[in-house]
């Protein structure tokens, strides 16, 4: 099956990605609507996203995101990107209304949404996915950049257990348009600000381990927030480098979002499905990476969380 076949005969198409967007979503996202914009000139198609992390600039015509959405507007397709319809956000309403949906995602929790559901669980990203349903020969070097910040953001540059023969097929077919991927690696996944790594740093320091150091669990409080002068987008990383911690099976991170709520992100190496633990919590995700938002305070929430993840490693 190829996404042109779906979208052909549409005169307006909108794309969209979750809230709170990652590599995935927007590299996913941004390719999407440049291969259609190429593919269809004479239709309208339009992209809607929670303004996303500076070091995603280097994508071609990133300034072309809608973040203002008028509700009333319905859209012939409108096409949802690595989450289904409960993480859209303000574009949830466009969803609803538009004449076909259609649902491209790889989350193992989600079943799937809309009219035309193309949901793979065992693909490493929602962009390695995207590239199967382009016609090769119809990708350009732009289309090519945002794909592969797609697929190197969600494997952690193909190293994560979630990289398969496919993906690394499709890197490599990527990378043949000729963009420096060297430095969008160094500048989209590794670089950090200076106060990203100093919170990073704090967060670090201040994490415990528990059930016989089998977890790791550490926050970052709004006051943190504020003293260092960061947002969400700033924290991405830390949940990772507390995952790499010898003899963790578990990690779990959380920030505050406002009066008793947290977003709880959780890393495994495989011997626990984080996935299962985050759906119990209204959230989602994969087996070894996964996310929620919970209500109650921080050792509430890690009690909470720890009776899942305790059961699942046989710890009494
Ligand atoms: P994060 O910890 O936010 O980086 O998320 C880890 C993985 O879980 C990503 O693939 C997210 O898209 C997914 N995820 C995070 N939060 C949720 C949620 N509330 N519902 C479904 N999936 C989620
Ligand atoms: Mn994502
Ligand atoms: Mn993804």
């Known amino acids: 099956m190829k996404i042109i076949d779906e979208v052909k005969n549409a005169a307006s198409i909108a794309i969209s990605g979750h809230i709170r967007p990652d590599g995935d979503c927007v590299g996913s996202v941004m390719g999407l609507y440049l291969y259609l914009k190429k593919e269809l000139p004479g239709a309208e198609v339009d992209v809607f996203l929670e303004k996303p992390a500076e070091i995603f600039d280097c994508i071609s015509h990133i300034e072309e995101i809608k973040s203002e959405i008028n ?19 303000d574009a949830g309403p466009l969803f609803e209304n538009a004449g076909k949906r259609i649902n491209i995602d790889h989350h193992i929790s989600n079943p799937g949404c809309g009219d035309v559901r193309i949901v793979e669980a065992d693909r490493s990203s929602t962009a390695e996915l995207l590239y199967d349903l382009m016609d090769a020969d119809k990708i350009d070097r732009e289309i090519a950049t945002a794909l592969y910040i797609g697929i190197i953001h969600d494997t952690g540059v193909l190293r994560y257990s979630n990289t398969s023969p496919r993906t690394l097929q499709v890197a490599a077919e990527l990378i043949k348009y000729g963009f420096d991927f060297s430095d969008i690696i160094q500048k989209t996944f590794y670089e950090k600000t200076y106060v990203q790594t100093q919170i990073m740093g704090r967060a670090v320091l201040e994490s415990v381990r528990f059930m016989n150091n089998r977890c790791i669990v550490s926050m970052v409080s709004r006051r943190m927030m504020d003293f260092y002068q960061v947002g969400p987008k700033d924290l991405e990383g830390i949940v990772n480098q507390l995952q790499v911690v010898k003899d963790v099976d578990c990690a779990i991170f959380m920030y505050e979002t406002g009066t008793l709520e947290y977003k709880v992100s959780l890393r495994s190496n495989g011997s626990v499905d984080v996935a299962s633990v985050a759906m119990k919590f209204g959230g989602g995700g994969h087996v070894r990476a996964a996310g929620c938002t919970m209500n109650g305070t921080y050792h509430d929430n890690i009690n909470n969380l720890s009776k899942g993840i305790a059961e699942q490693l046989n710890i009494k």
């Open 71 to 89: 509700t009333d507007k319905i859209y012939d397709v409108f096409i949802v990107l690595d989450c289904a319809d409960d993480r859209l956000g």
